[in-house]
C-alpha cells in the first residue's frame, strides 16, 4: 500500500499551489503588508519621553550623579 502521494498528486499539487501565488491581488497584498503599527521603542526613548535625562549616570546605591 502506498502511504505517501503519488508523483502526479505531487506535481498537480504543486502547480495549484503556483497558480494561487500568480493569482494574488495587488491592493490585498499591499493591504497586507502595511508598515507595523507600532514602533520599537528602546528604554532610553522611554525614559526620555516620560521627562527622565538619562545622560547622567546612576551609582550603585541608584542616588544621581552630580557632576
Given at each position: ?5 503519488t508523483k502526479k498528486q505531487r506535481l ?9 501565488e ?6 490585498a497584498?499591499?493591504?497586507f503588508h ?6 520599537n ?10 521627562g ?5 549616570g546612576?551609582d550603585a ?7
Amino acid at each position: 500500500m502506498n502511504r505517501g502521494s503519488t508523483k502526479k498528486q505531487r506535481l498537480e499539487g504543486q502547480q495549484h499551489y503556483d497558480e494561487l501565488e500568480s493569482d494574488i491581488d495587488k491592493k490585498a497584498s499591499e493591504r497586507f503588508h502595511t508598515p507595523p503599527a507600532y514602533r520599537n521603542y528602546t528604554v532610553d526613548d522611554y525614559l526620555k519621553k516620560m521627562g527622565v535625562d538619562v545622560t547622567k549616570g546612576v551609582d550603585a546605591d541608584g542616588q544621581e550623579h552630580s557632576d
